[in-house]
Nanobody
Framework: VQLQASGGGLVQAGGSLRVSCVVS????????MGWFRQAPAKEREFIAR????????IYVDSVEGRFTISRDNAKNTVYLQMNSLKREDTAVYYC?????????????????WGQGTLVTVSS
């Protein structure tokens, strides 16, 4: 199983960025997918989750209205569109696959993980 995240980079505050995660080695359309992030010296934080069908999404309050998670099951890819970026969004962003309950936000309950992609927001 491989989850390959990409699309990170340096962006100015207020700007936008889209990160992607291509999944292989599992039946992608049967897994919910999540995005997490981890800033230096901080714990890994849940950001968003999308159901296997793409019909349901949930977000952490700090990104609600600014970030959008989506997926393309034909391309085995999950996306995170990030708008109105803030300095505090700077982190390594990880995608993860879960078979657990849709409400699950605990990273320990996500089965497969990507390697992460770094997003840096400058002022």
């Amino acid at each position: 199983v491989q989850l390959q995240a990409s699309g990170g980079g340096l962006v100015q505050a207020g700007g936008s960025l889209r990160v992607s995660c291509v999944v292989s080695g599992l039946t992608f359309k049967t897994y919910d997918m999540g995005w997490f992030r981890q800033a230096p010296a901080k714990e890994r934080e849940f950001i968003a989750r999308i159901s296997w069908s793409g019909k349901s999404t949930i977000y952490v309050d700090s990104v609600e209205g600014r970030f959008t998670i989506s997926r393309d099951n034909a391309k085995n890819t999950v996306y995170l569109q990030m708008n109105s970026l803030k300095r505090e969004d700077t982190a390594v962003y990880y995608c993860a696959a879960s078979e657990g309950p849709f409400s699950e936000r605990n990273p320990e309950n996500y089965k497969y993980w990507g390697q992460g992609t770094l997003v840096t927001v400058s002022s």
